[in-house]
């Protein structure tokens, strides 16, 4: 399948109605009556002033960062137990600490965390044998900050150690 098809497979399996997640086409007007909708169901006005300076994520994000959030979330469930509380801890630090940002990085945000969903739905969902993660490049370490290669240092070492932290075992197996 194409890509622009993937992203509606990837986008119908995870339930996503077509006003809803990623947008796989569907019309301006259709779009705009979804965000009027979304709109209409928000309480107080978004877009305050923040004591950082920035401003509050902006109200159309809301429902699309839920959805995102919530999309990640059940993409876990295909993960190996330790990986996925791993990855489940990791998206609900990243998007608590993400809260407050301004509308530039809110939108670098989502779409880096989509593009993370579409590519760990093309590694689930496959009929070979499961192979998680993604090698970089030089050029993409460059462009990470330090404080960046230190979480992407830190995730690493947390992914391929085994960690009494996150281990899930079977209620059923009695401890030894």
Same mark, same amino acid.
């Given at each position: 399948?194409?890509?622009?098809?993937?992203?509606a497979q990837?986008?119908?399996?995870?339930?996503?109605?077509?006003g809803? *997640?990623?947008?796989?086409?569907?019309?301006?007007? #259709?779009r705009? +009556?979804?965000?009027? &909708?979304?709109? !209409?169901? $928000?309480?107080?006005?978004?877009?305050?002033s923040?004591?950082?300076?920035?401003?509050?994520?902006?109200?159309?994000?809301?429902?699309?960062?839920?959805?995102?959030?919530r999309?990640?979330?059940v993409?876990h469930?295909a993960?190996?137990?330790d990986l996925?509380?791993? *990855?489940d801890?990791?998206?609900?630090?990243?998007? #608590?600490?993400? +809260?407050d940002?301004? &509308?530039?990085? !809110?939108? $670098?945000?989502?779409?880096?965390?989509?593009?993370?969903a579409?590519?760990?739905?093309?590694?689930?969902?496959?009929?070979e044998?499961?192979?998680?993660?993604?090698?970089l490049?030089?050029?993409?370490?460059?462009?990470?900050?330090?404080?960046?290669i230190?979480?992407?240092?830190?995730?690493?070492?947390?992914?391929?150690?085994?960690?009494?932290?996150?281990?899930? &075992?079977?209620? !059923?197996?009695?401890k030894?």
């Amino acid at each position: 399948m194409a890509g622009g098809g993937e992203a509606a497979q990837y986008a119908g399996a995870l339930g996503a109605s077509k006003g809803q *997640g990623l947008e796989v086409g569907g019309s301006r007007k #259709r779009r705009r +009556k979804a965000e009027r &909708r979304a709109q !209409a169901h $928000r309480e107080p006005p978004r877009g305050r002033s923040s004591e950082a300076g920035g401003t509050v994520m902006p109200g159309p994000h809301v429902s699309r960062v839920r959805a995102l959030y919530r999309r990640l979330l059940v993409l876990h469930r295909a993960l190996p137990p330790d990986l996925r509380a791993l *990855g489940d801890q990791y998206v609900k630090d990243e998007f #608590r600490r993400h +809260k407050d940002v301004g &509308r530039e990085e !809110a939108l $670098r945000f989502l779409s880096e965390w989509e593009r993370y969903a579409v590519a760990l739905w093309r590694q689930t969902n496959t009929v070979e044998k499961m192979q998680l993660g993604a090698c970089l490049t030089k050029e993409q370490l460059d462009d990470f900050s330090e404080e960046q290669i230190g979480q992407l240092q830190e995730l690493m070492q947390e992914a391929t150690k085994p960690s009494l932290q996150f281990s899930v &075992r079977d209620p !059923a197996t009695p401890k030894a």
